[in-house]
């Protein structure tokens, strides 16, 4: 089935440094990878998505590039910020005909200001 | 992803009881599914109802089941409950739930079985 590898688990920054999460997944078939911020206690809040039709999508400080071939994706977040500090997941639905989201490990991102 | 709202926010239950966890979806979305998330993990896929079919289910033994009503907000029923069932347990809204349009999630109900 799906699986979806996701590093670093944690990752410390300093505040206005940049910050990059990394994944790999294994279904080639895979169209739709979405990125998720979770805050202690609070639900997973869609931040940014990419489809494989695009190699790089930007809003704002956020970022997500896609790299189909070797199946890859990242999540880079520049000039971070104190409120940037939550649990990052990425996602990747698999190609079984229904929307399976399949969470990468999650990567802790800890800004110090 | 505002607009997703589950019931009950906690929930405390006895080994071998049953629980029924509640769905509303965003309005004008078709598409529930819903995930269970252990402490420090990602969610699992447990189920995806659209048009109030079961489309799909993930690697849950039969005691989890789910259905979802004509106005598409959403159930899910665990039987017999184990002290590994606590978790906690989040609905995805979707317009339609297709392979690639956005999910988003509510606040989820946090289960503990004692």
């Known amino acids: 089935g799906e699986n979806v590898e996701q590093h670093p688990s944690t990752l410390s920054v300093q505040e206005g440094d940049s910050a990059v999460i990394k994944c790999t997944y294994s279904?080639?078939?895979?169209?739709?990878f979405p990125w998720y911020k979770q805050e202690l206690g609070k639900r997973p809040q869609l931040i940014i998505d990419?489809?494989?039709?695009?190699g790089e999508k930007k809003d704002q400080r956020i970022a997500v590039t896609l790299n189909k071939t070797a199946k890859h994706f990242s999540l880079h977040i520049t000039e971070t910020q104190p409120e940037d500090s939550a649990v990052y997941f990425c996602?990747?639905?698999?190609?079984?005909?229904?929307?399976?989201?399949?969470f990468g490990t999650g990567t802790r991102l800890l800004v110090s200001p | 992803d505002a607009g997703v709202t589950q019931s009950p926010t906690h929930l405390i239950k006895t080994r071998g009881q049953h629980v029924t966890l509640r769905c509303s979806p965003i309005s004008g979305h078709k598409s529930v599914s819903w995930y269970q998330q252990v402490l420090g993990q990602g969610p699992q896929f447990i189920f995806q109802y659209y048009e109030k079919e079961e489309r799909g289910r993930g690697n849950f033994p039969d005691r989890f089941s789910a259905r979802q009503f004509p106005n598409y907000s959403s159930e899910l029923n665990v039987n017999a409950l184990l002290l590994g069932d606590s978790a906690l347990y989040l609905c995805a809204s979707s317009m339609t739930g297709g392979l690639d349009t956005e999910a988003f999630f509510g606040q989820g109900t946090r289960l503990t079985v004692v």
């Open positions: 279904d080639s078939a895979s169209n739709y």
């Open positions: 990419i489809r494989s039709n695009v």
């Open positions: 996602a990747a639905i698999p190609n079984t005909g229904f929307q399976k989201l399949v």
